[in-house]
Structures are given as structure tokens and as C-alpha cells.
């Protein structure tokens, strides 16, 4: 590849650029940490690796991008309004070259940007390739960017190619009708023929990278031969908490409820000892976001059972985590929470129902669904305020679901709840509105048990426990699921669209949403279409996790929706090499039970608003009383 010597792009061929670089020459500014101009990585240097988060919060490298004849790097943050006005444009680009062999990924280095908000982007803009996050923008200091939107394009191998605009036509002051030359597309071009890129380099108007200050010492300690003293530490903002008056509130708060002994989770939360054996590992967990779990973003929907931190108590945390961690005086520290030890969620049920057989799982291999009939049948209309399916071996099962069964059998009409990786059971109690669940008299509960393999013999036997109701009922609970079928993800495609729409024949109250796919699910996005033309957001998921499938609970009377409004659920599915979960990009995948297949459930729960029923039951058995 011929270099393009530059003033300011001095190549260094004996340097290996990497993510952990550490410019020796790099100097703190007024907004931050930057490279020092004359070690920014000259056209035509080769880069050996970068590193970032993807949206599911994976560590990945660059290179399991794939090889491609070029790949086109787009820097990013969500507030830029030049990257708003610039993200349309790469849409179109991508449509043109993406079977041209061209790989494209927008790396996101906004500060106060989290990976939530950065796959938000992504779905706000229609943008199916890969969104990853750079916290500390090591790749945006390997690659010499220091704007955003600023672009690099590689060659097939890894070369620097071009660095700068997309083109001339917007700036922060304003935009031009049209661009004067498109600078991106041009060099792509050149670069795809084999060419020297003829306008290497472009200007870039947009906004400054704020680089995260670098400590002092530890850029003296590179500096090894110099002469100079080391400065006195900087005191860290977090130095003003301390564990026991600050952090242990915090932690007792959103952390000890689930670790705890006794609980599913790896560790307990209970003690300063405990914070500080996990301090590297909580911080992780906490700048992604993806601790306390909840992946519904913040701009759309206010739900009852959001445990995410709250942004201040976030900082406070994480500054703490990154000083010296001080104890404090254990005087100061707030009591201890306690917890009824039970292992049922919903509290000790009225009613336990137990699987007569003990299945057995074995080593390897798929297993196909199991089909259980509960031994109890309801004699006579019976109402339930909770529901809880308990694997008494949570290993082996992938998902069970619960559905009643009469003489008619069973539907989707007649499915009650599930159990799910991460979910939550169904109790009705939290709305706090007398709602609750009827069973018809004559029905029998039934389980489809989807088993999975450990690599050992495994023996599973499963419980559900039912909670009735103490007071008297006023509401039904209904719902409906979004559950297209007929469609087939492509090889490959890493944002495949499916959606789905259901017209309510109620005014109803909304009181939850719920998302089911497998490992290939990306996101989905609940709407509601209202009869002015109107769409509101109801419930977005821009970085699904299938380990954590949890359910979105609305206070009742904070979302009415008038009858005939269609409810439609949006999702993507990345079949594509670079999702770290998919069983095989190279298959065209389509509806099926196994977590290689897919499937698309947007399950919605509500009450009729107008509905106002006087139901008493007896408290222990949950039948109506006469």
C-alpha cells in the first residue's frame, strides 16, 4: 500500500497500535485527554487490533469483524447533531456497497453515552450494521480521530486508507444545499479498485472527542527515562465517599436483594468486605448497565418494577469504585436489609402443584418439548392472584410455559405466565388495582417444558405455586401475543425486520409488556398507533439479552389506550457472524422451539378500563364464594 507522508501523519512502522496504547507523548487539554498530533497514526499504517463493547456488553476485537475488502469506521455519539445528520447518509452508502464486500460499525465515544443509548441510536436511525462502545476512545486515539462524525476506512489489510468527513455539506454553523464532493464515497471506491486513495485526508467539522483524563503518574510511569519528578497523586472524585455512608445504601438498596446467600446470584452484597472483593467486577456490571438488570430505555415508558440505578446514584458508585475505596466509619452504615427466607418470590403460596414424573435429561443433544398435565383440577371458577413456576432443578430448563386446559384443550388464549432466564412470576399483587386471573371451572394446568443439556445426566422435576386473592376482585386480566410466523432470517443479516400488529377491542389499561426470542434477537420495539396518526413508544429493548427475559410492569391508570388503537412490535434479528451468540451465521433460520431457531413474542397484559366486577373468592382456595 503506498503511504501519503502528511505533516501531522508521521508513520511509525515499527509500532504495533493497539487498544492499550499509551501515547508517551499525550498531554491532558481543558476537555480532556488527547493524542499528541505528531504520533497520530499516519495513512497507511497497518492496525494491528481494537477493542470495544459491543450492545450486549461483550468485550470483542476488531478482527471478528471478519476479513472484507474494506471497512468503513464511523465515530460517534448520540448528542452530535452532525452524527444525526450524517447516520441517513451511511444508511444509503451501506445499501450501495454492503454486497460489495464492505463491512461497516459505528464505534460510539460519548462520554455520558451507555451502551443502552448507543443501540438506541441504532434503532431510532434504522442502522442494521454493528454498534460497539470505546469508553476510554482508545480507537479513536489508534486511529488519529479526534471528531465526530469522523471516518477511517481500512483496506483487507487493516491499512489507513482515508480519515475524515463524509462530506462537506454539514457544519456545526449550518449546512451547504448539497455537498461539493463526496469524500467517503470517492476514496471507498478508489480503495475497492485497488487504488491509492487520492484525497487521503479531509477535514472534519464536527464535535471534539472528549478524551477521559489520564492519570498523571501513571503517564510519568511510561516516561522512564525521564528526569522529571513524579507528581503528588490527584485526589479521585470518589475519595469524598465512603462505603458505609454513601455506597452501602446504595448497594442494600439494588444490589443485596438478589446477592445474597441463598439466592441464584454467583455472590453476596452484604458487607464492605464483600464490595471490595468484587470492586472490579462491579464496576464492569454497572457502567454497562447490565447491573441491576433492565433493558428497556429510559426515554420511553415509565415502569413499576425498573430496579436500574438512578443516575446519581450511579456516579456515586462508580466514582467510588475508581478512588480508594474508603470504608468509613461503620458507625454511619444503615441497617442491614432483611428477607423472609423463602424459596418461592411470590411468598408462601396457598396452593403448590408438583409434576408426578421426575424427567431425566440427558448429557447431550436436543431435547424435545416436554407436555405435563398439573394433578389437580379446578372444580369450579377459580381466581388466582399469583403465579410462580419453580424448576427444582433450574439448570436443565430453558423455558417452561403454563397454560389451563378444558374439554375445549388449550390455546394461546388460554396461556397464563412462563418461566424464562431472568424473568420474574407473575403476581398480579403488585398493581395494587384488585386485579386477577380466572381459571374456568373445569380446567387443569398444563406445562410445556423446553429441557436443555449440561454435558451431564441430569433430573429434573418442576412446581408451580399459586397465590389467591385476599380481597375482593374488580378487574379480569387479559392479554394477547404478537407471534408472526412464515418469515426466514438470511444468512448473514444482521438486523433482519419482523414485525406484527393486534387492534384492541377494549379500551384498555395497560399493565405490562413482554419480549421472547432466541439468541439471535437483537431488539424489539413496541408502538401504539392512535386513531389521530399519531405513534407513541411504548416499551423499546434495544439490546436484548436472552439470559435476562424480564417482563415491564405500568402502574395501573398510566397508560390508557382507546379501543381500536394498533398495538405493533418491532424487532431485528442479527444473524450475522459478528452477533458472539449465533449458533450458525451461514443458516437461514426460521420459527422453531430450539434456541438455534427463532421465534418473535410480543406478549401485552392489560384490564378493560370500563370493566368493573364485585368478585369475592375464599382467600385459601381462590373459589368464588356463593
Same mark, same amino acid.
Given at each position: 500500500?503506498k ?9 511509525? !512502522?515499527?509500532?504495533?497500535?493497539s487498544?492499550a ?16 498530533? #505528531? ?6 499504517t497497518? +492496525?494491528? #487490533?481494537?477493542?470495544?463493547k459491543?450492545?450486549?456488553?461483550? #468485550? ?12 468503513? +469506521? ?19 452508502l ?22 443502552? $443509548?448507543m ?15 470505546d469508553?476510554?476512545a ?43 464532493? $463526496? %469524500?467517503?464515497?470517492?476514496?471507498? /471506491? ?14 472534519? %467539522? ?12 501513571a503517564l ?9 519528578p513524579?507528581?503528588? =497523586? ?18 442494600f438498596e ?11 446470584? !454467583?455472590?453476596?452484597?452484604?458487607t464492605?468486605?464483600?464490595?471490595l ?5 462491579? $464496576? ?9 438488570p433492565?433493558y428497556?430505555?429510559k ?7 425498573n430496579?436500574?440505578l438512578k ?10 469504585l %475508581?478512588?480508594?475505596? $474508603? ?9 442491614p436489609? &432483611? ?5 418461592w ?8 402443584? #408438583?409434576t408426578? *414424573?421426575?424427567?431425566?435429561? !440427558?448429557a447431550?443433544g ?7 398435565v ?15 413456576i ?5 439448570a ?5 410455559n ?7 384443550g ?7 405466565t ?6 420474574? @412470576? ?5 398493581? *395494587?388495582?384488585?386485579?386477577?386471573y ?5 380446567a ?13 445426566? *441430569?433430573k ?8 389467591f386473592?385476599?380481597?375482593q ?9 404478537l407471534?408472526p ?5 438470511p444468512?448473514?443479516?444482521p438486523?433482519y ?34 386513531? /389521530? ?6 416499551l423499546?429493548? =434495544?439490546?436484548?439479552n436472552?439470559?435476562?427475559q ?5 402502574? @395501573? ?9 394498533? +398495538?405493533e412490535?418491532i ?5 450475522? &457472524?459478528?452477533? =458472539? ?7 437461514t433460520?426460521?420459527?422453531? @422451539?430450539?434456541?438455534?431457531d ?20 375464599? =382467600?385459601k382456595t ?5
Amino acid at each position: 500500500m503506498k503511504r501519503f507522508p502528511h505533516p501531522l501523519q508521521i508513520a511509525l !512502522p515499527w509500532l504495533s497500535l493497539s487498544l492499550a496504547v499509551c501515547f508517551s507523548g499525550a498531554q491532558p487539554s481543558a476537555h480532556g485527554f488527547e493524542p499528541d498530533p #505528531t504520533e497520530i497514526a499516519g495513512i497507511g499504517t497497518k +492496525i494491528e #487490533t481494537l477493542s470495544f463493547k459491543d450492545i450486549r456488553g461483550v #468485550t470483542r476485537e476488531f478482527s471478528e469483524l471478519g476479513a472484507h475488502r474494506a471497512t468503513v +469506521i464511523m465515530f460517534t455519539t448520540t448528542d452530535c447533531p452532525i452524527v444525526n445528520k450524517t447516520l441517513p447518509k451511511l444508511k444509503e452508502l451501506y445499501a450501495q456497497y454492503i454486497l460489495k464486500d464492505v463491512a461497516f460499525l459505528c464505534i460510539n465515544v460519548g462520554p455520558n453515552d451507555t451502551l443502552q $443509548a448507543m443501540a438506541s441510536q441504532a434503532i431510532e436511525y434504522d442502522a442494521p450494521w454493528s454498534f460497539v462502545k470505546d469508553y476510554e476512545a482508545r480507537s479513536a486515539v489508534v486511529l488519529g480521530v479526534q471528531r465526530t462524525p469522523e471516518f477511517v476506512i481500512l483496506n483487507k489489510e487493516s491499512e489507513i486508507c482515508y480519515r475524515g468527513r463524509f462530506d462537506d455539506q454539514f457544519r456545526l454553523g449550518g449546512a451547504r444545499p448539497s455537498a461539493t464532493r $463526496a %469524500d467517503l464515497r470517492l476514496a471507498l /471506491d478508489e480503495v475497492l479498485e485497488g487504488k491509492a486513495v487520492s484525497v487521503p485526508q479531509t477535514p472534519v %467539522d464536527g464535535c471534539l472527542i472528549t478524551f477521559p483524563n489520564q492519570d498523571e503518574n501513571a503517564l510519568a510511569e511510561g516516561k522512564s527515562q525521564s528526569a522529571e519528578p513524579k507528581q503528588a =497523586p490527584v485526589p479521585a472524585p470518589g475519595d469524598q465517599w465512603t462505603f458505609h455512608e454513601h455506597i452501602a445504601p446504595i448497594v442494600f438498596e439494588s444490589c443485596t436483594p438478589c446477592h445474597r446467600p441463598s439466592t441464584a446470584a !454467583p455472590f453476596s452484597l452484604l458487607t464492605y468486605e464483600d464490595c471490595l472483593a468484587h470492586a472490579e467486577m462491579i $464496576a464492569d456490571v454497572v457502567r454497562d448497565e447490565s447491573m441491576p438488570p433492565w433493558y428497556a430505555t429510559k426515554t420511553h415508558g415509565t415502569f413499576q418494577n425498573n430496579r436500574s440505578l438512578k443516575p446519581g446514584a450511579k456516579r456515586t458508585l462508580l466514582q467510588w469504585l %475508581d478512588s480508594r475505596r $474508603a470504608e468509613g466509619d461503620p458507625a454511619k452504615a444503615p441497617v442491614p436489609p &432483611s428477607f423472609v427466607e423463602t424459596p418461592w418470590r411470590i411468598g408462601t403460596p396457598d396452593l403448590i402443584l #408438583t409434576t408426578i *414424573e421426575q424427567h431425566t435429561i !440427558p448429557a447431550t443433544g436436543f431435547v424435545p418439548y416436554k407436555y405435563v398435565v398439573l394433578p389437580h383440577l379446578f372444580l369450579g371458577e377459580t381466581w388466582v392472584e399469583a403465579f410462580e413456576i419453580r424448576p427444582l432443578n433450574s439448570a436443565v430448563v430453558h423455558h417452561c410455559n403454563m397454560a389451563y386446559a378444558t374439554s375445549k384443550g388449550a390455546s394461546e388464549e388460554t396461556f397464563i405466565t412462563g418461566y424464562v432466564p431472568g424473568g420474574q @412470576p407473575m403476581d398480579l399483587g403488585r398493581f *395494587e388495582n384488585s386485579v386477577a386471573y380466572r381459571i374456568p371451572a373445569g380446567a387443569a394446568l398444563g406445562l410445556q417444558i423446553h429441557y436443555t443439556t449440561t454435558g451431564k445426566e *441430569e433430573k429434573c422435576r418442576i412446581q408451580v405455586g399459586l397465590r389467591f386473592p385476599k380481597k375482593q376482585i374488580r378487574k379480569q386480566l387479559h392479554h394477547f401475543v404478537l407471534d408472526p410466523r412464515g418469515w426466514k432470517i438470511p444468512p448473514g443479516d444482521p438486523a433482519y425486520r419482523i414485525e406484527a400488529k393486534h387492534i384492541l377491542q377494549h379500551d384498555a389499561d395497560l399493565l405490562g409488556l413482554f419480549t421472547h426470542m432466541h439468541v439471535r434477537g437483537r431488539d424489539m420495539t413496541f408502538y401504539a398507533n392512535h386513531h /389521530d396518526g399519531s405513534r407513541e413508544t411504548l416499551l423499546q429493548i =434495544p439490546n436484548y439479552n436472552f439470559e435476562w427475559q424480564l417482563g415491564y410492569e405500568l402502574a @395501573p391508570g398510566t397508560k390508557q389506550l382507546a379501543k381500536g388503537t394498533a +398495538i405493533e412490535a418491532i424487532a431485528h434479528f442479527d444473524n450475522s &457472524s459478528f452477533n =458472539p451468540y449465533n449458533p450458525d451465521p451461514n443458516a437461514t433460520v426460521e420459527y422453531g @422451539p430450539q434456541t438455534v431457531d427463532e421465534m418473535f413474542n410480543g406478549f401485552v397484559f392489560y384490564v378493560d378500563q370500563h370493566e368493573s366486577l364485585a368478585i369475592d373468592v375464599h =382467600p385459601k382456595t381462590g373459589r368464588v364464594k356463593k
